[in-house]
């Protein structure tokens, strides 16, 4: 099973950014989907998740500002970011969870994708 994150690059904050997460239809369209984060020297952390009914759950920190969006038909999952902070700075990674709704939990996530980078400038 193959994601492909991307849209990653560097913005002034204030500034939007919407990433991608491609993955093959079969895979993904009867799976909750998920983003997680990662910055330098930090845990990786979620960042929010849309269940296969396409139901929305966000971490506080980036609640109001980001949205997580899905196309069944075409296996591809979207992070728009708006309003962007120098801390949402890190490796953004998407993940196919293992069931049709899921959490913030890692675990609860079977396959990841490699990150794409998001950089926010001050």
């Known amino acids: 099973v193959q994601l492909q994150a991307s849209g990653g690059g560097l913005v002034q904050a204030g500034g939007s950014l919407r990433l991608t997460c491609a993955t093959s239809r079969r895979t993904s369209s009867n799976n909750a989907m998920g983003w997680f984060r990662q910055a330098p020297g930090k845990e990786r952390e979620f960042v929010g998740r849309i269940n296969w009914s396409g139901g929305t759950y966000y971490a506080d920190s980036v609640k109001g500002r980001f949205t997580i969006s899905r196309d069944n038909a075409k296996g591809t999952m979207y992070l728009q970011m708006n309003t962007l902070k120098p801390e949402d700075t890190a490796a953004y990674y998407c993940?196919?969870?293992?069931?049709?709704?899921?959490?913030?939990?890692?675990?609860?996530?079977?396959?990841w994708g490699q990150g794409t980078l998001v950089t926010v400038s001050s």
């Open positions: 993940a196919i969870g293992l069931r049709p709704y899921a959490g913030k939990e890692s675990l609860e996530y079977r396959y």
